[in-house]
Nanobody, 128 residues
Framework: QVRLVESGGGLVQAGGSLRLACAASGLTFSNVAMAWFRQAPGTEREFVVRVSKSGEMTYYADSVKGRFTISRDTAKNTVYLQMNSLKPEDTAVYYC?????????????????????WGRGTQVTVSS
């Protein structure tokens, strides 16, 4: 059974940092790309960032580029999201997701329907 479990969310002041983690089990971690999405109340799920299975290719949403960094640790079956310079508009539930197929563009990577498995999410709240 595939499980993706997010952790690391919380309440932080604007300008602060958080590091999210997503631990994967039940799949061959090195064979999947991983991504983070987020969803604020009353909005659609939004693509944040994706990392390829090798870790060499990343795609970032413009809204987080330069502030967020994705990384993966194959030995720990975990993907991380380092979030710096947080803004109130970053407030959302953050979800990780896995994808067996390669993505050839950011547009393709941002399509939520291509992802096979999802975690339950972790809340991030940024106060002003």
């Amino acid at each position: 059974q595939v499980r993706l479990v997010e952790s690391g969310g919380g309440l932080v002041q604007a300008g602060g940092s958080l590091r999210l983690a997503c631990a994967a089990s039940g799949l061959t971690f090195s064979n999947v790309a991983m991504a983070w999405f987020r969803q604020a109340p009353g909005t659609e799920r939004e693509f944040v960032v994706r990392v390829s299975k090798s870790g060499e290719m990343t795609y970032y949403a413009d809204s987080v580029k330069g502030r967020f960094t994705i990384s993966r640790d194959t030995a720990k079956n975990t993907v991380y999201l380092q979030m710096n310079s947080l803004k109130p508009e970053d407030t959302a539930v953050y979800y990780c997701a896995s994808d067996w197929a390669p993505a050839t563009s950011r547009f393709s990577a941002s399509n939520a329907s291509r992802y096979n498995y999802w975690g339950r999410g972790t809340q991030v709240t940024v106060s002003s």
